[in-house]
């Protein structure tokens, strides 16, 4: 299964451990990037990493709240916004791969994707 990269504003999300569980009980490996603080919360199995490798593996997903991270490229990764999309504005941001209202939903987001391929 794919390697899931959390940023650690998604990791303190008060469902994160419970809802990121899902993905490692079905094989995805759950990497939370940032400090160790971050993964106290995660449940077990998940792993640390200080930041995004340049080099991913293909078909990793980054699940970010922050809609700028979705600018940053790498090849064979796609990327998932949580939360509220931004308002229309003068400039807008960049467009992320997926989308979700809330963890759970980006769960299931991953989790499909995944199965249809």
Request: net charge negative; hydrophobic share 45%.
């Amino acid at each position: 299964m794919s390697d899931v990269y959390i940023d650690h504003d998604v990791a303190a999300m008060p469902d994160a451990s419970e809802q990121l569980a899902h993905l490692i009980d079905t094989g995805h490996a759950v990497l939370v990037l940032g400090g160790p603080e971050a993964l106290s919360l995660m449940p077990k199995g998940a792993l640390r990493v200080a930041a995004m490798p340049d080099i991913v593996a293909e078909g990793a997903w980054r699940v970010t709240m922050n809609p700028e991270t979705c600018g940053e490229h790498r090849a064979g990764l796609r990327s998932l916004l949580v939360g509220p999309t931004a308002a229309p504005g003068r400039r807008q941001p960049p467009r992320c791969d997926a989308a979700a209202r809330d963890l759970a939903g980006a769960v299931l987001e991953i989790l499909s994707r995944d199965v249809m391929g």
